[in-house]
């Protein structure tokens, strides 16, 4: 099928502001942004502003895999849109929506700490294959700044 479409949920015990910020500085991007446990990234430049660009170099056992994209919505701290373009999209560009929504009733009945639901959708990708190793990357990527949340100060 052409327009495959994939869906990842992962609550997370933070404020949506914390884990929306997270995903546009390079710096605390590059600590998380884990698609793999083999996998790292090599360098990241992010243009966080409607129009911006970014380029994410992963890589994977010695080899440089290019990642690029575009924002096109920046909606601070509810929602970012951005295109996707690998290896993996064949070199075509995707479209990724994340967004981030406190889970009030929770926060307000309990004594906990806020937790934010983190929805990310992934659309336009190009068979099963492409649907499969992106779902695949993405909850991993998700794990992962679920653990580096929990390793920041508050």
């Known amino acids: 099928m052409i327009n495959q479409v994939i869906k990842i949920e992962k609550r997370i015990n933070a404020e949506p502001i914390r884990l929306f910020r997270a995903w546009l500085k390079a710096e605390e991007f590059s600590s998380w942004f884990l698609p793999g446990s083999s996998i790292g990234i090599e360098s990241a430049i992010l243009d966080p ?33 951005f295109t996707w373009r690998s290896h993996a999209t064949e070199g075509l560009d995707t479209l990724v ?50 653990k580096w949340q929990v390793g920041k100060k508050e």
Do not use: C
């Open 49 to 81: 502003r409607p129009g911006g660009k970014f380029k994410i170099n992963m890589l994977h056992e010695g080899k440089v895999l290019p990642h690029e994209g575009e924002y096109q919505i920046i909606e601070e701290p509810k929602k970012l849109v």
């Open 97 to 146: 929506t994340v967004t981030f929504d406190l889970l009030q009733e929770e926060f307000l009945n309990t004594n906990k700490k806020p937790q934010t639901l983190i929805t990310l959708i992934h659309e336009r990708l190009i068979g099963e294959d492409a649907a499969t190793s992106h779902k695949a990357g993405w909850t991993h990527i998700l794990d992962s700044l679920e």
